[in-house]
Nanobody
Framework: QVQLVESGGGLVQAGGSLRLSCAVS????????MGWFRQAPGKEREFVVN????????RYADSVKGRFTISRDNAKNTVYLQMNSLRPGDTAVYYC????????????????WGQGTQVTVSS
């Protein structure tokens, strides 16, 4: 049974930090690109960042470059998202996803999804 379980969301003031985790089971974690997407109220789900199987290659949305960092631990089947200098515009439900390619920026390309974790940034 495929499971992706996100954790670490919450309420934080602008300028603060959060670290999201996504623990995976039910498929070969190290074979997949892993990504984070987010969906704000009334908006479509959008790409945030992804990371290749080895962790050596990443892709970031322009809106989060320099503030967010993705990493993965294949021994723990877990992908992380360190979010610094958070802004109210970062408020959204954050989802982790398993992808085939680093170029899979479209949410429809995701193979598996987590249930999401809410991140709220107050001004």
């Amino acid at each position: 049974q495929v499971q992706l379980v996100e954790s670490g969301g919450g309420l934080v003031q602008a300028g603060g930090s959060l670290r999201l985790s996504c623990a995976v089971s039910g498929f070969t974690f190290s074979s997949y690109v892993m990504g984070w997407f987010r969906q704000a109220p009334g908006k479509e789900r959008e790409f945030v960042v992804n990371i290749n199987w080895s962790g050596r290659s990443t892709r970031y949305a322009d809106s989060v470059k320099g503030r967010f960092t993705i990493s993965r631990d294949n021994a723990k089947n877990t992908v992380y998202l360190q979010m610094n200098s958070l802004r109210p515009g970062d408020t959204a439900v954050y989802y982790c996803a398993a992808l085939n390619y680093l170029s899979d920026y479209d949410p429809s390309r995701a193979r598996f999804w987590g249930q999401g974790t809410q991140v709220t940034v107050s001004s």
